[in-house]
């Protein structure tokens, strides 16, 4: 069955420095989109970045970039310059199968960041 | 701007009452789901529907229901409310272009409490 993990329940990063969060996935399927979205204390769901399984490169988007090992099955996400702005809570999400008319997400428990000043 | 809204963004209710939360989005989006967000658990599919009369039932369906009868709106109905339905309620849409690109995009939430 897919799955998605994160292990780090919480974290704590300094102002302006790098944070990775982990995230690693299981599926039998070559084909899959994995993608990272923020939640804030305000609640909505914030889409960030995705990457598909073929590609070749990391995804990036601004400070956001994506260290996809496609051997190990992970997807971390990694925050440059953290910002107090950052701190919220962080889920990894995998689409259960690409193409077609499916379209499902599998959501990890997510991972809480404060960014302290 | 098109967008995805929900209503209501906060409701008390009583167990056994049946509740409906409305979820509407103008991107004209084909696929709309609804997730259900509970502590330790992430977020959980309760239902989704890839287009118009076609809904589908997701990993928390049980008690919960949903009819698709335009592209805008998919309203998710809770026929007698149970205490184990407290919860915050996420409607998403994505284009449904058969991508894995394809992102799906979140309403505000509506947090449900069943008393």
């Known amino acids: 069955a897919q799955k998605i993990t994160q292990t780090q329940p919480g974290m704590f990063v300094q102002e302006k420095e790098a944070v990775t969060l982990d995230c690693t996935y299981d599926?039998?399927?070559?084909?899959?989109?994995l993608f990272w979205y923020k939640q804030p204390s305000s609640g909505e769901m914030i889409f960030l970045i995705y990457?598909?399984?073929?590609?070749?490169q990391n995804a990036t988007e601004g400070r956001y970039s994506l260290n996809f090992q496609k051997a190990r099955k992970s997807a971390n996400l990694v925050i440059s310059a953290s910002q107090l702005g950052d701190s919220a809570m962080y889920f990894c999400?995998?689409?259960?199968?690409?193409?077609?008319?499916?379209?499902?997400?599998?959501f990890g428990t997510g991972t809480l960041l404060a960014v302290q000043p | 701007d098109a967008e995805i809204t929900q209503s209501p963004r906060h409701k008390i209710t009583e167990t056994g009452r049946q509740v409906t939360l409305a979820c509407h989005q103008t991107?004209?989006?084909?696929?709309m789901f609804w997730y259900r967000q509970d502590l330790g658990h992430g977020l959980r599919l309760i239902h989704y529907?890839?287009?118009?009369?076609?809904?589908n039932k997701g990993e928390v369906s049980d008690g919960y229901s949903v009819s698709r009868s335009n592209t805008e709106d998919l309203p998710l109905t809770l026929e007698s409310a149970a205490s184990s339905q407290t919860s915050v309620y996420f409607c998403?849409?994505?284009?449904?272009?058969?991508?894995?690109?394809?992102?799906?995009?979140f309403g505000p939430g509506t947090r449900l409490t069943v008393l």
């Open positions: 999400a995998m689409r259960e199968r690409a193409g077609g008319a499916t379209n499902k997400l599998i």
């Open positions: 599926t039998s399927d070559p084909s899959y989109g």
């Open positions: 990457q598909g399984s073929y590609d070749q």
């Open positions: 991107w004209n989006h084909n696929n």
């Open positions: 529907s890839y287009g118009v009369q076609d809904t």
């Open positions: 998403a849409s994505a284009q449904g272009e058969g991508r894995s690109s394809d992102t799906q995009y």
